[in-house]
Each structure stands twice: as structure tokens, then as C-alpha cells.
């Protein structure tokens, strides 16, 4: 099962009030465990940047200037995304601003049954609790010190981790890891002593042992296991 965990950063909270992507980052996982595979884009909004949003992810335009416009790469982006569950924290926002930009090229919108949000998920399974991506990562034990500023591949791979921790993805593929070891353990156990096994060793007792032992038993009074001598 292929997944895509992923985040965005904007220049504000609303792609119809005239706000842009400015950065976007996926990574992939398959059957709950990071394939190594990622998308990361650094994006030109043709706008200013509000201040608090440069607050939040210290993107400023002239860093932006050169970058890529989203009709660039939104090839690139359609192709990584595949058909596949898309996970997001508080998805509906990232997805606003995607399914924005790729109506503005033309291209078909992301279809919203293929949302998993993580908000909701932590919501369900936490009630009462924070569920920010730094409060969960701090409930998961997953560490946060590369995180001084928001960053889109940064949030997605921390998010990853705690999707994973929301799904009992971990517990899972342990699980799988601890059998999968114990069989090929006893298959190199059993593989070792099949390889370093010794044929029977027969041992006759000589007659001078015979005679010791006999003379052995005979000192024996009514022994419980009867006498063989006498039948």
C-alpha cells in the first residue's frame, strides 16, 4: 500500500484571498514504512511575503525570486502524487492551495476522498489533548531539534512519523521484524545442527566391566526392581 505524507507553506491562510504555495514536500511511504522517496520544491508566488508568514517558515521573496513557478512542476508533482492516500496535518488547508494552483494551470483537482487527515486522527485517538505537529511529535518521543522554523519536507518527514505512530504502523512492522527474525533464526539454528551433527557413538562394556557390575547388584537386598537372576 502506497501512501504520500506531505506539507506545504503558503504566504497566508487563503489561496482565494489571493495567497500562494511557496513550498511543498512529500515523501513516500509503502505499507507504512519511508521508501526514501521524496518531492521538495521551493516555489516563486509572484507576490510579496506577508511578514507573518515569513515569522512562521522564514521564507522571504527575494530568496523566492528565482524559484520555479507551480505551472513548472506541477507535472512532476501529479506524477509523484499517483492515485494513492494523501496525509496531511489539518489536510483541508493544504489541499485548498494545491487543488488551487492546479485549477489556475488547468489541470484536474485532487479528489477529496483521497484525504487522510491526521488532525482528525490524532483528535479521535487524544481527545482533550494538543494535537499540533510539534505536540504529537513530543508525544511520540520523535525528535524535533532540526525544527526552528516550519519547513515542508522537514513537516512531512516528522509527520510521516507520527502517522505512523497514529496507525500503530510501528508496532506493526515490528511485529512482522521480530517474526521474521525468530523464523530465520531457527532456520540457522536448525541449519547448524543439522550441518554439526554426529553420528551414534555405540559403546560395549568389556567383560571386566560386565563382572563389576554384576558384583555391584548382588549387594543389593530385595531391590525394587526385582531380581533378573531369578527370573
Same mark, same amino acid.
Given at each position: 500500500m502506497?501512501e504520500?505524507?506531505?506539507?506545504t ?16 514536500g512529500?515523501?513516500? /511511504?509503502?505499507? !507504512?514504512?519511508?521508501t526514501?522517496?521524496?518531492? %521538495? ?13 515569513? =515569522? ?15 505551472? #513548472? ?11 494513492c492516500?494523501?496525509?496531511? %496535518?489539518?489536510?483541508?488547508?493544504d489541499? @485548498?492551495?494545491? $487543488?488551487?494552483?492546479?485549477?489556475a494551470?488547468?489541470?484536474? /483537482? ?7 487527515d491526521t ?11 494538543k ?11 520523535i525528535?524535533?531539534s ?5 519547513? =515542508?519536507l ?5 509527520l ?7 496507525? @500503530?504502523? !510501528?508496532?506493526?512492522t ?14 540457522? #539454528?536448525?541449519?547448524a ?6 553420528? =551414534? ?11 563389576? %557390575? ?11 526392581? @526385582? $531380581?533378573?537372576?531369578s527370573?
Amino acid at each position: 500500500m502506497r501512501e504520500i505524507v506531505f506539507d506545504t507553506e503558503t504566504t497566508g491562510l487563503s489561496y482565494n484571498a489571493g495567497h500562494r504555495l511557496v513550498e511543498i514536500g512529500c515523501v513516500e /511511504l509503502v505499507n !507504512r514504512v519511508p521508501t526514501g522517496r521524496s518531492f %521538495h520544491r521551493y516555489l516563486n508566488p509572484d507576490r510579496d511575503m506577508p511578514a507573518e508568514a515569513f =515569522a512562521v517558515h522564514g521564507l522571504s521573496a527575494a530568496f523566492l525570486a528565482d524559484k520555479p513557478r507551480f505551472h #513548472e512542476i506541477c507535472d512532476e508533482l501529479i506524477e509523484f502524487l499517483g492515485d494513492c492516500p494523501l496525509v496531511a %496535518h489539518n489536510a483541508m488547508f493544504d489541499f @485548498g492551495f494545491i $487543488n488551487g494552483e492546479l485549477g489556475a494551470c488547468g489541470k484536474p /483537482l485532487l479528489q477529496v476522498e483521497r484525504i487522510v487527515d491526521t488532525l482528525t486522527m490524532a483528535r479521535a485517538r487524544h481527545p482533550g489533548a494538543k494535537h499540533t505537529l510539534d505536540a504529537l511529535c513530543v508525544r511520540y518521543g520523535i525528535d524535533l531539534s532540526a525544527r526552528e522554523l516550519h519547513g =515542508a519536507l522537514l513537516d512531512a518527514q516528522l509527520l510521516a512519523q507520527v502517522f505512523i505512530e497514529l496507525t @500503530g504502523g !510501528r508496532q506493526i512492522t515490528l511485529g512482522l521484524a521480530v517474526e521474521a527474525a525468530a523464523t530465520a533464526s531457527g532456520r540457522v #539454528e536448525a541449519a547448524a545442527v543439522k550441518s554439526n551433527a554426529r553420528p =551414534a557413538r555405540i559403546f560395549v562394556p568389556s567383560d571386566e566391566e560386565l563382572a563389576r %557390575h554384576s558384583a555391584f547388584m548382588a549387594g543389593f537386598e530385595e531391590p525394587l526392581w @526385582g $531380581n533378573p537372576a531369578s527370573g
